[in-house]
């Protein structure tokens, strides 16, 4: 085949471009670490990008929800101990009170203690969190119990999903902690021990032993329900970031560029561009046209 | 028996002849870089020596090294990368609106189930609900502008195909004007080969542009066929314009010399229009297509789940997108229900009034949307944009490997007709030197014939 100039130029040319269009392509990878850019890089493992990028949003978030809740919940669980100090407080000077020895005064003093005692478990029952008052159920904006310790909240249910299609409880019960739902209703014992104490009625008083106790118990399960709620929104969040990592990790061996790999072709696809420039160079000084 | 003197005309002749040869090789060099150049040769023809004639030489014509085969090849090769380059560039820039490198309509869809979830840990609160409605908002902005930039570049390659057919037109016209040229050139023994060099080139570029194939005729006119019909017959043009049928698809349209047209699209396959056609018409409507889908079934879905839910002024029924009537322009017309626009307590995250304001049944139902099959397919919200984009990076990727081919194929092509018709300058300068000597030899003969006849003269 006859070999003209332009053909040994073209040849040159095709080559040099070639290799300047990897030595691009390697330079690219090798800045950015990444492999994939676009779609067309590979349509495949793009793909694989988008969805691991929403489940990575879906678990990031959901971490973010979850802990938020946890810590609500957590705060619930204090609250309902300390409830339950109140009612062991309430317990003891009902045993107190019962002694036959303690004079109508003494008692009617006592009330004055209990009332407080009670405005101080209204107190902690419309406690706050992060998300409106912890106890009324989904009615969060309002405080769930009035002064009078009437409770206005419900017992609805508010559920936080902790994994796809599955969702636990994420908020305390206040009408299964201190309302006839969960057994007693607390304001309304510690309001008739404070009325028995106040007109001196021993029975009602030797009655206010039983329900306090009750009334305890009744605030330690709601607060065992609590913490177990916290546990599981916690061990959520742990799982979730777990998983976290796993996807990530795959994410990265879709569309990431292994270091090494592309350091090496950097270096190759710069030797070969070198190499071409040089070829170039002396195919063009060989020439008949100068001597 | 020849006489001195006609030793004078042999040495004419020589000088004559040598001095085509080294015009001839001046002619390839002076060419060597001109496009579209076939080289020429200087045809030499010894005259008989005999009874009646000193012999020598004499210079019967200049050749041109022209191999249509390697041509046709060519020309056939350009049809093709010109598709395939065009269609590269048209999808290249798709795919760059499609997913720009700072935020798909991925991470907005992303984004807004992000919000969603904010919003079922804290469903009464002011600012997650407007986070909803920002994120929302921003979707439906992206999809539409993502569905505008489609149809933009869209019209963008209607009027580039314009443009190509008019520079096809203007080809064709100067194809059919040389055509005639070349003929009267013919007629009267010259080969015409400069005329034939451009016109070569023309064919070449209307290759490049819409495909061609051409047959050249006894008097040296090319009959030009392309996108299936007669473009240029002898000294005749047609004319291609390209314009737009109903369905918004070009259409290229052929008018005869005689005024007769003819509707050539299904023959638009090859060439730069043909690239932009496959592009506009088959890639990026499949796009199109695939985005009206997903906003249409996205929009309804958010929909559906948001109407069923209350908002914290009790409402229920609203939706949160303007509902799309029909498939077709979803995307387009992609917006936030004006009804909740700036109005965060309508969006809905509580499934009954009841549960106002801390009920979030409804926000994690929206929540949920992410993680379930969105429509008919069996793919999430995210997926299914990501289909959408993978299946234009699957056609940009095939796209841009046939251009790589073609350019292989091209260069083949072309290093085949370049091994015949291209210029060597070093076969130019050994020619020269070779034309030189001669050219110096005839002087020597001329000298000798000269000293001769002096002599001859001095004997008497």
Same mark, same amino acid.
């Not at chain 1, 002694?99 to 004079?103: E, L, V, W």
């Given at each position: 085949m006859r070999i003209t100039d332009k053909m040994a130029i073209d040849a040159a040319r095709q080559g040099q471009g070639r290799a300047v269009r990897q030595f691009t392509e390697a330079s690219r990878v090798a800045s950015t670490? *990444?492999?994939?850019? @676009? $779609? &067309?890089?590979d349509p495949v493992a793009w793909s694989m990008k988008v969805r691991q990028d929403a489940q990575l949003e879906r678990m990031d978030n959901r971490t973010r929800t979850l802990s938020r809740a946890g810590s609500d919940l957590n705060t619930a669980e204090s609250i309902l101990a300390s409830a339950g100090d109140l009612l062991e407080e309430a317990r003891s000077l009902a045993v107190q009170a019962a002694?036959?020895? !303690? %004079?109508a005064q003494t008692r009617l003093n006592m009330s004055g203690q209990i009332n407080a005692l009670r405005d101080s478990l209204i107190g902690l029952a419309n406690t706050r969190g992060s998300n409106g008052y912890l106890f009324g159920g989904t009615a969060?904006?309002? @405080?769930?119990?009035?002064?009078?310790?009437? #409770?206005?909240?419900?017992?609805t249910a508010v559920a936080l999903e902790v994994a796809d299609g599955v969702t636990t409880r994420a908020n305390a019960s206040g009408a299964m902690a201190f309302?006839?739902?969960? /057994?007693?209703d607390l304001m309304a014992d510690l309001q008739a021990f404070a009325t028995a104490l106040s007109t001196n009625n021993l029975a009602g008083i030797q009655g206010a032993i039983g329900t306090m106790e009750a009334g305890h118990r009744q605030l330690v399960t709601a607060q065992v329900t609590t913490g177990i709620a916290a546990e599981r929104l916690h061990s959520s969040v742990e799982v979730t970031s777990g998983a976290m990592l796993s996807v990530a990790t795959a994410r990265a061996n879709a569309i990431e560029a292994d270091a090494v790999d592309a350091f090496t072709s950097l270096s190759l696809t710069r030797a070969g561009y070198e190499r071409s420039i040089a070829i170039t160079r002396e195919l063009l000084q060989v020439s008949s046209v100068t001597r | 028996m020849p006489s001195l003197f006609s030793l004078l005309n042999v040495a004419r002749d020589g000088m004559q002849a040598q001095s085509a040869g080294v015009s001839v090789t001046g002619q390839n060099i002076s060419n060597?870089?001109?496009?579209?150049y076939v080289r020429r040769g200087v045809v030499l023809s010894a005259r008989a020596f005999g009874q009646d004639s000193t012999g020598g030489v004499s210079v019967l014509g200049i050749s041109r090294s022209f191999n249509r085969f390697a041509h046709g090849r060519v020309v056939e090769e350009h049809g093709r990368r010109g598709a395939a380059a065009a269609r590269a560039e048209a999808l290249t820039a798709t795919e760059a609106s499609l997913t $720009?490198? &700072?935020?798909?309509v991925a991470d907005r869809v992303n984004a807004m189930f992000q919000a969603f979830d904010t919003l079922s840990g804290a469903p009464g609160d002011a600012a997650a609900r407007l986070e909803v409605l920002q994120q929302a908002g921003n979707l439906a902005q992206q999809v539409s502008s993502t569905a505008g930039d489609l149809a933009t570049q869209r019209d963008e390659l209607f009027t580039q195909a314009r443009g190509v057919a008019g520079e096809v037109n203007t080809r064709l016209a100067r194809i059919a004007t040389l055509n005639r040229a070349i003929a009267e050139a013919t007629a009267l023994g010259d080969a015409g080969a400069d005329l034939r060099d451009q016109r070569d080139l023309l064919v070449q570029e209307v290759g490049d542009r819409l495909g061609a194939r051409s047959i050249e005729d006894a008097t040296g006119q090319v009959t030009l066929f392309s996108a299936g019909t007669v473009l240029v017959e002898g000294g005749n043009a047609s004319s291609v314009s390209v314009s737009l049928d109903p369905a918004n698809n070009l259409r290229l349209t052929v008018a005869q010399p005689g005024g007769a047209t003819t509707d050539a699209t299904a023959g638009m396959t090859q060439g730069t229009l043909g690239g932009l056609r496959e592009a506009r018409d088959v890639d990026i409507v499949a796009a199109q297509t695939s985005l009206d889908q997903f906003a249409f079934d996205l929009a309804t879905a958010v929909n559906t789940a948001h109407a069923a839910g209350f908002g914290l002024d009790a409402v &229920?029924?609203?939706? *949160? #997108?303007?509902? $799309?009537?029909?498939?077709? /322009?979803a995307a387009r017309a992609m917006a936030l229900d004006p009804a909740v626009i700036g109005q965060p307590d309508r969006v809905a995250a509580a499934?009954?009034?009841? %549960? !106002?304001?801390?009920?979030n049944n409804v926000a994690l139902q929206l929540a949920g949307l992410a993680s379930r099959p969105l429509g008919a397919a069996a793919t999430t919200p995210a997926e299914r944009f990501g289909a959408v984009a993978a299946d234009l990076g699957v056609r940009l990727q095939s796209a841009l490997a046939e251009e790589q081919l073609r350019d292989d194929t091209v260069y083949q092509a072309e290093t085949l007709r370049e091994s015949a018709a291209g210029v060597s300058l070093d076969e130019e300068m050994v020619n020269l030197s070779k034309f030189q000597r001669a050219f110096e030899a005839s002087t020597r003969v001329l000298r000798v014939a000269d000293e001769l006849l002096d002599t001859l003269m001095k004997s008497f």
């Open positions: 670490g *990444l492999r994939v850019n @676009a $779609p &067309s890089d002694n036959g020895g !303690i %004079d969060t904006a309002a @405080a769930p119990f009035s002064a009078a310790g009437v #409770f206005t909240g419900n017992d309302t006839v739902a969960g /057994g007693r | 060597v870089n001109t496009p579209g $720009p490198n &700072s935020r798909t &229920s029924g609203r939706n *949160l #997108f303007a509902a $799309p009537a029909v498939v077709a /322009g499934a009954a009034a009841g %549960d !106002i304001p801390g009920g």
